[in-house]
């Protein structure tokens, strides 16, 4: 078992904070190696001693010391980044279908996962709530050719690039200070070089205080399709093309940033960070979503002002990982997933664990490991 080590530490100051630090936490946890594709998200309840791991075709729970608590297994889709509701108690993440061009946010009963093998159809563990906008984006016919490619990069379609949804988080609303935490989703981008129209993160606000009347089980063989027509709020982030948009989206109460860790973008002319930071208490400014087909306004958010820096684009960044999983702990600690494909005495598996990690601000890199 790894070293445990005291939160926070002097000369770290103590904000006002909507998920505290444990006493003492985990330098390191593992999430155990399964028959699944890699690591997508890690979230951490500090409070009940839980964490709650994305690996794509299943969701995970283990003790903060790696003993596995049980599965929630059988997921046909993506299971992307996940993100602990602290008012609920529940785990969100999102969760697409590209063929039925169906997408959601699963949302997980994770107190009741007290077993291996525990289906995500039949034991009444998962819900989800169906989006829309996601629909209407992943399925734009941009080219107007009266086709839409389906799921493929190499297409004009898809409006901003978007290849569904990955990145998940709640937080305040961009701008806000309090007030009513939002659900917020980022958008899957795919990469692609030969256009203009795909060089921002776009992220969409939901208010869930009505997503109980949205809420029904998954029967992934029929796709449903209950789930707000709208969001409450769109946003965009000029990063430049990213390689499939915000893996990992994390609001973060000791830096009031928004955390927004990418696989890095392929467009010469952009500097292609591995990551990003939106200043959550800047006001979103409404001007245009530059490169569109049509000349279209947004709401625009700002990179903090911070890191590293590229004159010709004017985008702030930073490099670090974090793609595979990132958990904000408050008090400027975090758990940062890493994973790898191992082979299990023949058995093709993916192995996830997570590493606690603390703010310097330093670029370009603005995370050191604690030992
Ligand atoms: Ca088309
Ligand atoms: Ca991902
Ligand atoms: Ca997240």
């Known amino acids: 078992m790894a070293a445990a080590v005291f939160l926070p530490a002097p000369g770290v100051a103590a904000t006002a904070d909507p998920k505290p630090a444990a006493p003492s936490l985990p ?32 969701l995970v729970k283990t003790d903060l010391q790696g003993n596995v608590v049980g599965t ?37 009963d994770v107190d009741r996962i007290d077993r291996v093998g525990m289906d995500a159809e039949t034991d009444g563990i998962m819900t989800a709530v169906h989006l829309d906008e996601v629909v209407e984006d992943f399925t734009a016919d941009m080219d107007g050719d009266g086709v839409f490619d389906g799921d493929t990069a190499d297409t004009a379609d898809h409006r901003y690039g978007c290849s ?42 939901y208010d869930i205080g009505d997503w109980q009347e949205y809420e029904r089980p998954l029967t992934q063989s029929a796709p449903h399709r209950s789930g707000p027509e709208r969001p409450d709020g769109k946003y965009f982030a000029y990063t430049g093309n990213t390689t499939y948009g915000v893996q990992n989206l994390q609001y973060d109460p000791y830096t009031k940033n928004w955390i927004m860790a990418v696989y890095r973008g392929k467009k010469e002319g952009f500097p292609n960070y ?35 820096h590229d004159p010709a684009t004017g985008i702030r960044g930073w490099e ?7 958990e904000a702990l408050g008090r400027g600690y975090y758990y940062v997933a890493e994973g790898r494909p191992v082979d299990d005495g023949g058995v093709p598996k993916s192995e996830g664990e997570a590493y606690l990690y603390r703010w310097t601000g330093k670029a370009p890199t603005p995370f050191e490991r604690v030992r």
């Open 27 to 58: 330098t390191h946890i593992r999430g155990g190696a399964w028959p699944t594709s890699h690591v997508q998200g890690v979230t951490v309840d500090t409070r009940k001693g839980f964490a709650y791991w994305s690996f794509t075709q299943m």
């Open 72 to 108: 929630v297994e059988g997921l046909t889709g993506h299971l992307g980044d996940i993100d602990l509701n602290g008012q609920d108690g529940r785990v969100y993440g999102s969760l697409e279908y590209k063929a039925e061009e169906a997408f959601y946010i699963a949302v997980f």
């Open 164 to 205: 569904g949804i990955d990145g998940v988080s709640f937080g305040p609303g961009f701008g806000e200070h309090g007030g009513r935490q939002k659900l917020m989703v980022a958008y899957g981008i795919y990469s692609n070089t030969s256009r203009t129209d795909n060089d921002h993160q776009v992220v969409l606000e």
């Open 274 to 308: 591995s990551f990003f930071t939106v200043d959550a208490t800047a006001e979103p400014e409404r001007g245009e979503v530059v490169g569109q087909p049509e000349p279209e306004a947004g709401k625009l958010l700002t990179l903090r002002p911070d890191g590293l």
């Open 320 to 326: 670090f990982h974090g793609n595979h999983g990132f």
